[in-house]
C-alpha cells in the first residue's frame, strides 16, 4: 500500500558539506538522489526511513571526468549523462552498454549510479561492469574520505559497508585492458529486472562479473583461473556452475539462471575472440 507522503520530512542539500552534516547529526535520514528506487519503497508502503535527504542539487557529483589516468564517475551522474559522455564510451564502452539496458528513458535520465551502487541490489546492472572493471567506491563522510574496493564493498544481500554518516561521491575506474562485453539477460528488452547480468573483460587474466546468481553481484575467480590456464570452454562452464549459488524467486529459476550464466560465458568467449 502506498505510504502517506505527511509522515515524511524531505530537506534539500545545499553544498555536499551540508548534506554530511545532516547526516554526522541525524544517521537514520536516507540520501536519495534520482529516488527511482526510493519512490518504488513508498509506493509499495515500506519505506526506508521518514527523513530524507535530497542530493540533487549537488552538482559537483554529476562530474565526469579522467584524473591521472583514472575514470572519475561521480555519484550522481545519470544513466542519460553516461551514455552521453565520450570519456565513458571510449574508456568503458560496457558501462555504456549497461546504461542502455536501464530501465526506459525516464529511468535513465533520472536514476544515477551511485544510487545504483548504494542500493545494493544484486541485480543492479551497472555493479557486474565496476566488479569486472575492478572499480573503486569513493565515500565521504564529515571525517574524511575513503576508497573502497568493489570486491570489498558488499557484505550480503543488499548490505555494504557504507556507514549511515558517508556517501558515495564517486566511483573510479582504472584504465581497462581488453575487449569489453556486456549483457543483460530479462523478461523483455526495456523496463526488466535481470534474470541474470554480465560483464567481462578478455585479457590474459579475463575477469568475468555476474548479477542476479548470488546474494551480491560476484566475480568468478575460479573460472577466471581456468580461462586464464586456457582450459576448454565445457571445463570452464562446468567451474562457473559450481561457482555461483543463483536462487528460485519470482523473475526466474536458479536452473534457468545457471543455465543462462553458463551461455553468457559462452557468448562472451566467442564474441570476444578476434578482439
Ligand atoms: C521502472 C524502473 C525500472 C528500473 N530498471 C532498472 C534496470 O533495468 N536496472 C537497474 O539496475 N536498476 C533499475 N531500476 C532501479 C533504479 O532505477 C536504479 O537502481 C538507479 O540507479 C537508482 O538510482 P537513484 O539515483 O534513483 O537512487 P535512489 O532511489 O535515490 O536511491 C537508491 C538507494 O541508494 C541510496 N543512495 C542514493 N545515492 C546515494 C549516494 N550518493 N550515497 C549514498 N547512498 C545513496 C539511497 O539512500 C537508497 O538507499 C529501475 C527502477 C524503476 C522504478
Known amino acids: 500500500m502506498r505510504s502517506p507522503l505527511s509522515a515524511y520530512t ?4 545545499r553544498s555536499l558539506t551540508d ?9 537514520e535520514t536516507v540520501p536519495i ?30 562530474r565526469i571526468a579522467l584524473r591521472d589516468g583514472v575514470l572519475s564517475i ?5 544513466y542519460t549523462s553516461i551514455i552521453r559522455s565520450r570519456l565513458v564510451r571510449s574508456r568503458l564502452p560496457m558501462l555504456v552498454a549497461a546504461s542502455r539496458e536501464v530501465g526506459g ?16 541490489s544484486p541485480a543492479g546492472d551497472t555493479l557486474p561492469v565496476l566488479a569486472a572493471a575492478d572499480a573503486v567506491v569513493v565515500l565521504r563522510s564529515l571525517s574524511g574520505e575513503r576508497r573502497v574496493p568493489f570486491s570489498a564493498f558488499y557484505t550480503g544481500y543488499r548490505t555494504s559497508v557504507r556507514k549511515a554518516d558517508e556517501l558515495v561521491v ?6 581497462v585492458d581488453g575487449a569489453q562485453w556486456f549483457r543483460k539477460v530479462g523478461t523483455r528488452a526495456a523496463q526488466a529486472i535481470s534474470k541474470v547480468v554480465m560483464a567481462g573483460v578478455r585479457s590474459s ?33 562446468v567451474v562457473l ?26 557468448r562472451f568467449w566467442a564474441e570476444t575472440d578476434s578482439e
Not at 524531505?10 to 542539500?13: K, N
Not at 529516488?35 to 557529483?61: A, H, K, Q
Open 10 to 13: 524531505l530537506r534539500r542539500a
Open 19 to 27: 548534506a554530511l552534516k545532516v547526516l554526522r547529526d541525524a544517521p
Open 33 to 62: 538522489a534520482g529516488c527511482t528506487d526510493v519512490y518504488v519503497s513508498l509506493e509499495f508502503g515500506s519505506p526506508p526511513g521518514t527523513r530524507y535527504l535530497d542530493l540533487w542539487p549537488l552538482s559537483p557529483l554529476r
Open 74 to 78: 561521480g555519484a550522481l551522474a545519470t
Open 105 to 120: 528513458a525516464q529511468i535513465q535520465n533520472r536514476g544515477t549510479i551511485g544510487g545504483n551502487i548504494a542500493n545494493a
Open 170 to 175: 564517486a566511483v573510479e575506474v582504472p584504465e
Open 205 to 237: 587474466t579475463p575477469r568475468i562479473a555476474f548479477g542476479s546468481v548470488a546474494a551480491t553481484v560476484v566475480r568468478a575467480p575460479r573460472t577466471e583461473a581456468a580461462l586464464a590456464r586456457g582450459v576448454s570452454l565445457d571445463d570452464a562452464a
Open 241 to 266: 556452475s559450481s561457482e555461483i549459488t543463483p536462487i528460485d524467486d519470482l523473475r526466474s529459476t536458479a536452473r534457468y539462471r545457471r543455465a543462462v550464466a553458463v551461455g553468457l560465458l559462452r
